[in-house]
């Protein structure tokens, strides 16, 4: 690769391609495009080393409106793709947009091999709970009991929960926040970015057309403060209208508490995104918000872990082997250990 | 004492017995002796699919043929001289592939009431006992009792000791052909350098059965088979899969460009990952997929990146990557996939060959989703058409689809084996500079119309590609009618351009114009020349040529087959490339087809040639 010393700015109007944008009026997808735009300038990639890489569904389309390079691939193999662009190029900073039918039906298995191999890579699944463009069926993440049009009488498959499918895979970084939270939304993709290894973010995208309003409890003002737990490195889990909620481990059970009257904040569950065991529990917050005596949804890092990527071992393997035998030579290897002379 | 020795000019052995009995080695050793020693040959391993299928039985054994000798050699041969059966099962299967007056040496052994029941022999009888051998030699010898007496005292266990049986069998077939031990000796010592026991014991138990020749007085001929006529020159032995392996490699240090093999374990195609990974140090990187289309996608993103991206598999595996390939297409990004063939559908039969995914090769895709296709004859021949299915991939921005199979994969040859310095040249220009006023153009063509590779990385080409249709030339998204016709017949029309870079087709043996044209394409090569070869001799106007590209053709294929009154066309399946050719050229070619997991006999087809020719 050329020297270049000085990596020239750009700004998010150089990230607009000149592609109408075609998803529905109102999708969530919109503001989730223009975080990234908002966030990827900062972060002192060269323009030309970014790749976006999708699979198929409404959220990849992604690639189509980023002025990078990009790939609309083929559904579910988005990791597939970028596992042996990242192995190939190490020096590629490459972002994944995935969906929930995308990510965890299709291309499930694609979605738990590369974050075991942890190549570092960001993967954005945008969860909306719904096939929307084949136009409303369930998807993977959809509710038991969803009433769509392949599930008239509603849906009986159980739904995945991808954070906690997430850790189950040893993923290094995993994450979730949400479309209708812009500053937010722009950290978790910094600390994304920011992680070396395979970053999961899932991120609780709105279908206005097929899915409105699914995540509405955790995302509107009358309901997100008393839903949605923020989940801050050292801070204590709190939430509520006031911050008067906490979240305190009993055992291994997590409970709902009132603060004051003798628990203070110490007393609560301080978050460490370091520990695997917490943030298993954390990942199993998965209750629905109508249900008595639930947990707060959880928002924020859940986990993340310092491990070694893929690709660098795959680069000291080379290294390793040229050091032992020395750069191939092609006339020797045609030639082979044994050969004999005709005359 | 006094011996004979008799000088032929080919035989043809078959190793034969359980998995477990060590027969591929066995056959491996002598044809690398022989090899080293300087004669032609071709081998043929045959196996069963289960690692250690039931012990005794039918379904259980293993074979190994080898052909070799001092004129020049096309097949494993159509009928052995000697067999060499390990037990009753071995025999039983392979003695009606055994030549009449042919040599069968026996491990008495293997003949017990115990190996009798288990290869279902009738209650009382035994082959070796009941004359249904006697058009044959029968050499009898219990190789279990002798090699437990050479390895008395060595402190080895019962079941180590019987491990070495095979060679004692190898040592006496040395001796048999006044064959030299020392490569085998050599082999032995790098491999049980660090269990020093274990190599003494092999090593003595080879004396012993080359000793045993030497001493037993049963036998009085010896036999040599002198070094053969064939192109002078270096060579070395090769395989089928290392071939293709080699090949990679050689594409990848000539382009300059990194290769990355995708993959994901499969019989028969997996020794080309085994190969490929050994060689880390030309900068190579192998890559294990989760799954068949991982393996595949992970090849496109790496020749998105500026590799060369390659996938291997066998049909089953080639099926679940159409969806891929078509990806490939349609971003016009070089890709080689190799398949290396076996028996189909479905799981079929993993260890055996077939041809039957040409079909698979030329339209086994959703839409119309052009792509080239090249196919391998020999085991040799694969590395020359791996290489040329990268140039192919390279210069055109095209995937590539090579056809192997089983046979040739699996099979052995001597090669003359090219240096670096003889190779085309294979020449990358990655896009540098826009191509359309401000703007890059990433379908913008050339006069191969290919389209420019700009890869991530470089400064103001950044660009989108999917899988969606495209606009001609922009790549933008096209829903046009118009444009989806007209970029439908482009890339029709770019691969049938190909055509014009690559060589005409030239018979192998027989004239240009004649009587009757063999037309065949992959590992059909050997046993077609051979029968054509033995037809010519007996007088009858026969060519044969061979095709090692399928799509597109050969420019002059049309003109060949019209200067022939017929044309046959023998095929392991039930004629796929003949459905083609007359689609393509309307002749009326006549079919061989046999679909049994094995080779045609040359005889088979020089049966065909002579019925056709009457």
Sequence with gaps: MENTPAIEKFTSKDLVTDQDVRWCPGCGDYSILKQAQTVIPELGIPRENIVFISGIGCSSRFPYYMETYGMHSIHGRATA??????????????????????????????????????????????????????????????????????????????????????????????????????????????????????????????????????????????????????????????????????????????????????????DLWIHDEHDRVKANILSRFFDNPGMEHHLPRPFGVFYTEDRYCYEDRLEEQIATMIQKKGEGDLDALLKGRETWTIN | MERQNEVLDNVIIKFAGDSGDGMQLTGTQFTNTAALFG??????????????????????????????????????GDYCDVLVAMNVAALKANIKNLRKGGIIIANTDGFDTKNLRLAGTEEGKNPLDDGSLENYRVIRMDVTKMTRASLEGSGLGVKEIDRAKNMFVLGFLYWMYNRSMDHTEKFLEEKFGNKPDILKANLSVLKAGYNFGETSEEFTTRYSINPAKIAPGEYRSVMGNQAVALGLIAASCKSGLPLFYGTYPITPASDILHEVSKHKNFGVKTFQAEDEIAAVCSAIGASFGGALGVTASSGPGIAPKGEAIGLAIMLELPLVIVNVQRGGPSTGLPTKTEQSDLMQAVFGRNGEAPMPVLSASTPSECFSMTYEACRIALAHMTPVMLLTDGYIANGAEPWLFPSSADLPEIKVTFAREKNAGDKFYPYKRDEKLSRPWAIPGTKDLEHRIGGIEKQHETGNISYDPANHEFMVRLRDSKIEKISDYIPELKTEVGPEKGKLLVLGWGSTYGAIKSAVIRSRNKGYDVSHAHLRYIRPFPKNLGELLYNFEQVLIPEMNTGQLIRILRDKYLIPAVGLNKIQGLPFKAEEIQNKIEELMK
Aim: some cysteine; charged content about 20%.
């Design chain 1, 81 to 266: 793709i970028a596992s042996g662009l990242k192995a190939s190029r190490p020096e590629l900073s490459i972002w994944i947009v995935t969906g929930d039918g995308d990510g965890l039906s299709i291309g499930g298995n694609h979605t738990i091999h590369i974050l075991r191999r942890n190549f570092d890579v960001n993967i954005l699944l945008f969860n909306n709970e719904i096939y929307g463009l084949t136009k409303g069926q369930y998807s993977p993440t959809s509710e038991e009991g969803k009433v769509t049009k392949s599930t008239p009488m509603g849906s009986v498959d159980h739904p995945f929960n991808p954070v906690a499918l997430c850790m189950g895979a040893d993923a290094t970084f995993v994450a979730r926040s949400m479309d209708r939270d812009p500053k937010h939304l722009q950290s978790v993709l910094r600390r994304a970015h920011g992680h070396r290894g395979a970053s999961f973010v899932e991120i609780y995208q709105n279908c206005n057309v097929f899915n409105d309003g699914t995540f509405e409890a955790f995302t509107e003002k009358s309901s997100k403060k008393n839903e949605a737990l923020f989940m801050e490195q050292g801070k204590p889990l709190v939430f509520g209208e006031n911050m008067d909620k906490g979240i305190l481990l009993d055992g291994f059970k997590p409970v709902v508490v009132q603060t004051g009257n003798g628990i203070s904040l110490n």
């Design chain 2, 39 to 76: 004669n032609d040959l071709s081998t043929f391993p045959d196996y069963p699919a289960e690692i250690r299928a039931p012990q005794g039985t039918l379904a259980g054994v293993s074979g190994y043929q080898l052909h070799f000798g001092s004129v020049e050699i096309f097949t494993p």
